[in-house]
């Protein structure tokens, strides 16, 4: 038995619309378990953050795991993920180990980075996860390097880069599509646009809203996606991964997503009302709406659910205590890792 979803319209128009797309119960059952890992490592992480175990800045995920679910189920372990430091979930749709991400979050010597990267800049060679990047739209060059590498070296892998909508008004963003598009690069920019950068709404900072569109000018194509259906999004990337590799250059996916928590963990998020994200919450939660398919197509029931529940908590709970049972980095750490012979 099928499951109806969501699928974007073409890059004329602004918005979403409904299609026949479908997904069999395994794959729902499977984008289900990766979005309540990442929305409950997120949680444990807003938790340990209050404690005072994680310094520095901490940016949630809470509210937009679909769309970096929907994404991963779209391409193989040898294409390259980058995103901006809202990036735990990427790391963990990555699969890259709930243990090391926690550790680094505290900064363990366990951590991706020794314990030296923090929250905004883990990497994984072995998961070709390249960060984790603090500066603003820092990520888009470097992922469109690195697409450059993938063509350079003649493989069809693509170059996922993720950025935000405030990301978007960046000088940077457009060098890197007009190079990406000259040159036909194999890259994928997934503009998470979650309605606020920092404390400013998009429609306060950006003149244009249609950010899928922001490619027009070099000839990149773009679609808007509803980035709060797994299905939907998973189907977008198929497209814009086949696109990419057949060697017609760059892609542009808005994901239409929503962040539950404030832009950092230090931000009581005063600018918008409780009521419009509790709207959000009820209406468009991208794991109760997995979780509703689920029930309603006799997939799977609230017994199996709730099992996957526990199993996501004693892994989340796992993480938080090797995190903090995980030694510092020893001080020798400030000399590694600061220069490579080449």
Known sequence: MAVKATKSKSKRAPKAAKSNLQASGEELLQYYREMLM?????????????????????????????VVVGMQAAVTDDDAVITSYRDHGHMLACGMDPRGVMAELTGRSGGYSHGKGGSMHMFSKEKNFFGGHGIVAAQVPLGTGVAFAHKYNKTKNVSLTYLGDGAINQGQVYESMNMAALWSLPVIYVIENNKYAMGTSQERASAGTELYMRGTAYGVPGEQIDGMDVVAVRAAAEMAVTHCRDGKGPFILEMMTYRYRGHSMSDPAKYRKREEVQKMRSERDPIEHVRQLLLDGGYADEDVLKQFGREVKDIVSDAAEFAQNSPEPDMSELWTDILVDA
Do not use: D, P, T, V
Request: glycine content about 20%; some cysteine.
């Open 38 to 66: 990442i929305r409950r490592f997120e949680e444990k992480a807003g938790q340990l953050y209050g404690m005072g175990l994680i310094g520095g800045f901490c940016h949630l995920y809470i509210g937009q795991e679909a």
